[in-house]
Nanobody, 116 residues
Framework: QVQLVESGGGLVQPGGSLRLSCASR???????VGWYRQAPGKQRELVAA???????NYADSVKGRFTISRDNAKNTVYLQIDNLKPDDKAVYYC???????????WGQGTKVNVSS
């Protein structure tokens, strides 16, 4: 089973940027991959997704600030987050997507904290 490992989170001031990475030891170039986040006390939500063909979708709340990309040679999917807001504070996870739903086990995630 494909195991994805998230990294790149941290403490950032409002307006700052982070680049999150989602790495796999297995080939994931044929898979759609999504970045999700779960804020304290809230349900996990999909914020960005990229298909194997490179089609991209974003949640309305992050459009214009989040950029998802993939490097198939490195089996890695990235999430660039710019102009961070306090509402972006959450644990960010990645997962494969199949028929619109997350597939496989969830990893540990990477924590993003936005505070001045």
């Amino acid at each position: 089973q494909v195991q994805l490992v998230e990294s790149g989170g941290g403490l950032v001031q409002p307006g700052g940027s982070l680049r999150l990475s989602c790495a796999s030891r297995s080939i994931i170039s044929i898979n759609a991959v999504g970045w999700y986040r779960q804020a304290p006390g809230k349900q996990r939500e999909l914020v960005a997704a990229i298909t194997s063909a490179g089609r991209i979708n974003y949640a309305d709340s992050v459009k214009g600030r989040f950029t998802i990309s993939r490097d198939n040679a490195k089996n890695t999917v990235y999430l660039q987050i710019d102009n961070l807001k306090p509402d972006d504070k959450a644990v960010y996870y990645c997962n494969l997507i199949f028929l619109g739903k997350p597939q496989g086990n969830w990893g540990q995630g990477t924590k993003v904290n936005v505070s001045s």
